[in-house]
């Protein structure tokens, strides 16, 4: 028995032996609870769904770099910049690519084009290749996914502290997933083959203005 | 502080050193695990709960004062993770505490062939504050100290909660068949 729970038992004041015995029992029976093992893989999709490294670096470092004003300005005039140069270039070059065409990157619909609430992710891995799209199912999140697959690989779905583990064996995959997180939170979609992530995509649910 | 301290590991995991974080996982997947199957009972729920325990652990790494103890920090987000898991869990079964007790009565626990299912039925009868206090000490093996750090309380206070919450389940009908004849 530890000092603790020796202490604990000095300091018990049971109102009876026979109560005194029952505690006694119990505290044995705690301290020789089963410990079960972790699940096999738990390891691996802990690693597969971390996110980029520079998520786990010191926040406060950079909060104090921030407090800094120069760095404020500098921020300002970079933003400024940027912002001009997207007008300049928009007027130029005209409409944007088509959502197709754009591999393993976020699309999310545009304001005005009728396509609220609506997102798709395309991937082009060598071992999944189609597209996962997501609208909204009442108070859930529908995924649909569009997929053919020559390796098996495993998707992990994360959407806040929601994680859903679909594994994909070779074929053409057409199906409905629906996630239980909110509708409108943004989904971490992980690639696993062979326990290794070999693509991570963000699937933007932000809701266009 | 050694190579492979939890503090060690957790500097080079700031530094972006994911292996770092695999072996902090390695070393903590188990108690955890642990922790969250009794606090939820399910498997399924608590291999959820580890994995998203790791994942808000290195997300929010930057936060982690070095002061503490890396555990009593990781403990505190697996049990929190534990409680609001159960919480979405219950609303979606619409399932009352008063009604899983009704459902695991007296009788039913002297049927259980094992004591630590029946620990467990009677773990889960207890309030979320008390079932975070037994899982803690007994399950994760933590000291008074340990415990008033993950649970930002007085360890005065942890050991006449932890006395009352033991008090409880001694006198859990679920328990008290066993503890007779014991």
């Not at chain 1, 001009?84 to 005209?94: H, K, M, R, Y």
């Not at chain 2, 982690?64 to 987000?77: D, E, G, K």
Request: net charge negative; aromatic share 6%.
């Amino acid at each position: 028995m530890s000092e603790d729970r020796m202490d604990e038992a000095e300091g018990t004041l049971p109102e009876s032996a026979e109560d005194s015995h029952r505690l006694r029992a119990l505290e044995d029976a705690l301290a020789n609870l089963t410990q079960h093992e972790a699940p096999p893989g738990l390891l691996a999709d802990v690693m597969a769904a971390l996110p980029p490294a520079a998520a786990a670096t010191a926040h406060p470092v950079r909060r104090a770099a921030w407090r800094e004003p120069r760095w404020q300005l500098t921020a300002l005039a970079a933003g400024l910049g940027v912002l001009a140069i997207s007008l300049v270039l928009d007027q130029q070059v005209g409409t944007d690519p088509a959502a197709e065409d754009l591999a393993g990157t976020l699309m999310t619909a545009r304001p005005g084009t009728g396509e609220v609430g609506n997102s798709a992710l395309r991937l082009s891995l060598e071992s999944l290749q189609g597209s996962i799209s997501a609208d909204n199912a009442g108070e859930s999140l529908r995924l649909q996914l569009d997929l053919e697959v020559g390796e098996e690989v495993e998707l992990v779905f994360s959407q806040g502290s929601e994680i859903m583990r679909r594994t994909l064996t070779p074929g053409s995959v057409r199906e409905f997933l629906t996630l239980p997180g909110h509708p409108d939170s943004s989904v971490r979609i992980t690639v696993v083959r062979s326990g290794t992530p070999v693509g991570e995509y963000l699937l933007d649910r932000e809701v266009p203005w | 502080m050694s190579e492979d301290s939890d503090e060690a590991l957790v500097q080079r995991c700031r530094r972006g050193d994911r292996r770092a974080f695999e072996a902090l996982v390695v070393r903590y997947q188990r108690p955890v695990y642990n922790a969250a199957l009794r606090m939820l009972r399910n498997p399924e729920d608590a291999r959820d709960v580890a994995q998203v325990t790791f994942l808000k652990a290195y997300e929010r790494l930057g936060d982690f004062n070095p002061q503490f103890r890396f555990y009593s920090w990781l403990y505190r987000i697996a049990l929190n993770e534990s409680i609001n898991h159960g919480k979405r869990r219950r609303s979606h079964e619409e399932l009352s505490g008063n009604e899983r007790d009704a459902a695991n009565g007296p009788e039913q626990a002297l049927g259980l062939a094992q004591l630590d299912d029946a620990l467990q039925e009677a773990i889960m009868s207890l309030s979320e504050d008390n079932r975070t206090l037994i899982v803690l000490h007994y399950v994760l093996g933590s000291s008074y100290e340990d415990m008033a750090v993950t649970l930002d309380i007085p360890a005065k206070t942890v050991k006449s909660r932890l006395f009352s919450a033991r008090q409880k389940l001694k006198d859990s009908p679920l328990l008290a068949a066993w503890l007779e004849r014991a």
